[in-house]
């Protein structure tokens, strides 16, 4: 069956970097674009960034422009997120999950793996 596993979150200072992981399996991984998306607490989600399937391209929300990098592995059905210069707004539970499109900005999906706890805090 489709299995995402997230992992790589934790407790960072503002300002610093943290790179998020995504083990994909039950799924043609290298046929799906692929997004992360966040929920803060008390608040819905949050579509944060998305890749193509070759991963020739990527859009980003206005929140993490500049400091939030996708990146995707399909050999090892692996997709990344790459974070620094991290604030204490972007304290949520990452998710990632297949995307619809490359030019998709929703935080719907087909499927979204478990999640892993981002917290900025000094």
């Known amino acids: 069956q489709v299995q995402l596993v997230e992992s790589g979150g934790g407790l960072v200072e503002p300002g610093g970097s943290l790179r998020l992981s995504c083990a994909a399996s039950?799924?043609?991984?290298?046929?799906?674009?692929m997004k992360w998306v966040r929920q803060a607490p008390g608040k819905g989600l949050e579509w944060v960034a998305t890749?193509?399937?070759?991963?020739?391209?990527?859009i980003y929300a206005d929140s993490v422009k500049g400091r939030f990098t996708i990146s995707r592995d399909n050999p090892n059905n692996s997709l990344y997120l790459q974070m620094n210069n991290l604030k204490p707004a972007d304290t949520a539970v990452y998710y990632c999950?297949?995307?619809?499109?490359?030019?998709?900005?929703?935080?719907?999906?087909?499927?979204r793996g478990q999640g892993t706890q981002v917290t900025i805090s000094s």
């Open positions: 999950a297949k995307a619809f499109a490359v030019v998709d900005e929703s935080v719907e999906s087909t499927f």
């Open positions: 039950g799924f043609a991984f290298n046929s799906s674009p």
């Open positions: 890749i193509s399937r070759a991963a020739a391209s990527a």
